[in-house]
């Protein structure tokens, strides 16, 4: 089952990469949906389920199989820059302002989430689940956070339940 799963993480980044180059290549004719907001969030949606997936194989003790999640994630941090050409904030865009005010550091943000996943991967290749752990631990704040607190809108909080 794990390994379908697996495959189906690689098979979605592969198709998700391919799909991304396609839609942002020197090519005149349109490939991809046609919607760059539509097709960022899948990507982004792509980087979140890799997350998860890592996550919950680090809790099953599967330290190797985290690799293709991060380096699912290491590939598709390089598209994220192009993803978000100048005119494509939207209603439907989480994406604030401060990405186009500023591009240099939305560009070095998305530049740390690729250091860090790689940083990942290498650790799960290494099959030290200590390392991995360490790196685990941060990267939640560290690689996606550094770009969603300042240059995504937050989700909108949950209201609390009522008390009784």
Same mark, same amino acid.
């Given at each position: 089952? &794990? =390994?379908?799963?697996?495959? $189906?993480?690689?098979?979605? !980044?592969? %198709? ?5 180059? /396609?839609?942002?290549? !020197? =090519? *005149?004719? &349109?490939?991809? *949906?046609?919607?760059? %907001? ?6 982004? @949606? ?12 680090? &809790?099953?003790?599967?330290?190797? $199989?985290? +690799? ?8 598709? *941090? ?6 978000? #050409?100048? $005119?494509?904030?939207?209603?439907? !865009? @989480?994406? @604030? ?12 943000? *998305? @530049?740390?989430?690729?250091?860090? !996943? ?6 799960? =290749?290494?099959?030290?689940?200590? +390392?991995?752990?360490? %790196? ?6 560290? +690689? /996606? $956070?550094? /770009?969603?607190? #300042? ?7 949950? #209201? +609390?339940?009522?008390?009784?």
């Amino acid at each position: 089952m &794990k =390994r379908y799963a697996t495959t $189906g993480i690689i098979m979605a !980044s592969l %198709v998700a990469v391919t799909a991304v180059g /396609c839609a942002t290549g !020197s =090519r *005149s004719e &349109k490939i991809g *949906s046609g919607d760059i %907001v539509a097709d960022r969030q899948r990507l982004m @949606k792509l980087n979140g389920a890799s997350w998860a997936d890592a996550q919950a194989k680090l &809790k099953a003790g599967n330290i190797e $199989g985290i +690799a293709v999640n991060a380096e699912t994630m290491a590939l598709n *941090s390089e598209h994220i820059p192009m993803m978000f #050409p100048q $005119g494509s904030l939207t209603d439907k !865009s @989480k994406a @604030k302002p401060e990405v186009w005010q500023k591009w240099d550091e939305f560009q070095k943000a *998305s @530049k740390n989430f690729e250091v860090w !996943s790689v940083k990942l991967r290498d650790a799960a =290749r290494s099959k030290d689940a200590a +390392a991995t752990e360490v %790196v685990m631990k941060d990267f939640g704040r560290q +690689a /996606c $956070g550094t /770009c969603h607190t #300042p240059f995504r809108v937050p989700p909108p909080q949950q #209201p +609390a339940p009522p008390r009784s």
